[in-house]
Antibody
Framework: EVQLVESGGGLVQPGGSLRLSCAAS????????MNWVRQAPGKGLEWVSY????????YYADSVKGRFTISRDNAKNSLYLQMNSLRDEDTAVYYC??????????WGQGTLVTVSS | EIVMTQSPATLSVSPGERATLSCRAS??????LAWYQQKPGQAPRLLIY???TRATGIPARFSGSGSGTEFTLTISSLQSEDFAVYYC???????????FGQGTKVEIK
């Protein structure tokens, strides 16, 4: 069974930093690209970032480019999102999501990031 | 950016009835369109990809159609567990700048 478990969310002040983690199991993590997708409270879904299986290809949404960094450790079956210079509008549930040939097919349960003073 | 527009925002349907949800893209996305179901407090679940292919384990009452800019998700006979928010998402462009519709909430009439 595919499992994706996010952690690392919490309350942070504007301008602060946070690192999210996603632990993957139930599939060969190193064979799949991965994404982060977020959802602001009561709002819709927004794609945030993509990383290929070997980390050779990385993309970001314009809204986070230059502030967020996606990475992965295939030996640890883990995905990460380093978030710097956080803004109020970054407040959201952040989902780790598996990518199967560009289709996002499995999602974790999410971790809540709240940016507030 | 490709803008995805879903209609209606809310759909009130009685159990056992058919529900038809629409999704329109601001430019052609070919058949690179997925549908997701999200229940309160839960992660989205993939229902349909390639505009019309059901994901693993998805009941046959869910069907998708369309290509280009106009897409439809049909739930043939609504069950109690189907009341949720449904999102469409295009994955046509590369590099990825994948976009989601704003969602359609299917509620009990």
């Amino acid at each position: 069974e595919v499992q994706l478990v996010e952690s690392g969310g919490g309350l942070v002040q504007p301008g602060g930093s946070l690192r999210l983690s996603c632990a993957a199991s139930g599939f060969t993590f190193s064979s799949y690209s991965m994404n982060w997708v977020r959802q602001a409270p009561g709002k819709g879904l927004e794609w945030v970032s993509y990383i290929s299986s070997s980390s050779s290809t990385i993309y970001y949404a314009d809204s986070v480019k230059g502030r967020f960094t996606i990475s992965r450790d295939n030996a640890k079956n883990s995905l990460y999102l380093q978030m710097n210079s956080l803004r109020d509008e970054d407040t959201a549930v952040y989902y780790c999501a598996r990518d199967d040939r560009t289709v996002i097919d499995y999602w974790g349960q999410g971790t809540l990031v709240t940016v507030s003073s | 950016e490709i803008v995805m527009t879903q209609s209606p925002a809310t759909l009130s349907v009685s159990p056992g009835e058919r529900a038809t949800l629409s999704c329109r893209a601001s430019q052609s996305v070919s058949s690179n369109l997925a549908w997701y179901q999200q229940k309160p407090g839960q992660a989205p679940r993939l229902l349909i990809y390639g505009a019309s292919t059901r994901a693993t384990g998805i009941p046959a009452r869910f069907s998708g159609s369309g290509s280009g800019t106009e897409f439809t998700l049909t739930i043939s006979s609504l069950q109690s567990e189907d009341f949720a928010v449904y999102y469409c998402q295009q994955y046509n462009n590369w590099p990825p700048a994948w976009t989601f519709g704003q969602g359609t909430k299917v509620e009990i009439k």
